[in-house]
């Protein structure tokens, strides 16, 4: 049986610049830990998601200076076949979509007129063009929200932040709902800008994520940046 990549394996096929600042990790008593953790959790008989080789997809297919924008969420859907290791994201061929995924879509055509097709919804044109889709706790137990919470993951993410908010060249932040909002610790403000509004999720109070504008709003501010903006209605690069 081919044995299943451990965390040190998945950082070490990350881009250059991400495995550059990520490996010193691999020392850090807090990884160990969390390593020995998935190794138990993805080799029990439980339901883990998303699938091993997809914990950090987010960061293997954009590397540290391609960032732009950066959409933080919690922590991955935990139904079945619905986390592919982009935060808020499922494949395209799953129905119905989440609630949280169908209302940023509400506000994206409140915000720019763009009504998204029922078929996609797995967000690789976003990240193809510098969106990181970052969850704050990268793996969950099938439907258990929040049950990898506090084994390590948030030290991690910790430090994913920290690289991203020490960044010279100035990105977009958005910080939906106040666990995200948390991480704005980690930004510099005098160099970046950060969107905040309630989270979309309907079991929020998500009253102020609509009317938001948060997708007009991070185009403007990648225009001042002299950044070419993101094409929103761009969703999926599966045709």
């Known amino acids: 049986m081919k044995k299943s990549p451990s965390l040190i394996d998945l950082v070490k096929r990350l881009p250059p610049n991400w495995k550059k600042k990520l490996a010193p990790l691999f020392r850090e008593p807090f990884f160990e830990r969390l390593?020995?953790?998935?190794?138990?959790?993805?080799?029990?008989?439980?339901?883990?998601?998303?699938?091993?080789?997809?914990?950090?997809?987010?960061?293997?297919?954009?590397d540290?200076?391609?960032?732009?924008?950066?959409?933080?969420?919690?922590?991955?859907?935990?139904?079945?076949?619905?986390?592919?290791?982009f935060s808020?994201?499922?494949?395209?061929?799953?129905?119905?979509?989440?609630?949280?995924?169908?209302?940023?879509?509400?506000?994206?055509?409140?915000?720019?007129?763009?009504?998204?097709?029922?078929?996609?919804?797995?967000?690789?044109?976003?990240?193809?063009?510098?969106?990181?889709?970052?969850?704050?706790v990268l793996t969950v137990e099938a439907a258990k929200p929040l049950s990898h919470r506090g084994q390590g993951w948030e030290e991690f993410t910790n430090q994913v932040m920290?690289?991203?908010?020490?960044?010279?060249?100035?990105?977009?932040?958005?910080?939906?709902?106040?666990?995200?909002?948390?991480?704005?610790?980690?930004?510099?403000?005098?160099?970046h800008e950060v969107i905040e509004s309630p989270h979309p999720s309907p079991l929020s109070s998500y009253r102020g994520f609509f009317g938001s504008r948060v997708?007009?709003?991070?185009?403007?501010?990648?225009a001042r940046f002299g950044k070419a903006p993101i094409r929103w209605e761009t969703i999926s690069l599966v045709r």
Do not use: C
């Open 35 to 62: 390593n020995q953790f998935l190794d138990d959790e993805y080799q029990s008989n439980k339901e883990i998601y998303p699938a091993r080789e997809n914990i950090f997809r987010a960061l293997r297919e954009l």
């Open 64 to 85: 540290l200076p391609d960032v732009k924008v950066v959409i933080l969420g919690q922590d991955p859907y935990h139904g079945s076949d619905q986390a592919i290791g």
């Open 88 to 136: 808020f994201a499922v494949p395209n061929d799953v129905f119905p979509k989440p609630p949280s995924l169908r209302n940023i879509f509400k506000e994206l055509e409140s915000d720019l007129g763009i009504s998204v097709p029922k078929e996609y919804s797995d967000l690789t044109a976003w990240a193809s063009q510098g969106v990181l889709l970052l969850n704050t």
């Open 162 to 191: 920290a690289h991203l908010g020490a960044r010279k060249e100035p990105l977009v932040f958005v910080l939906w709902g106040s666990h995200a909002q948390k991480m704005k610790t980690h930004i510099d403000l005098n160099i």
């Open 215 to 222: 997708f007009s709003r991070t185009n403007a501010l990648l």
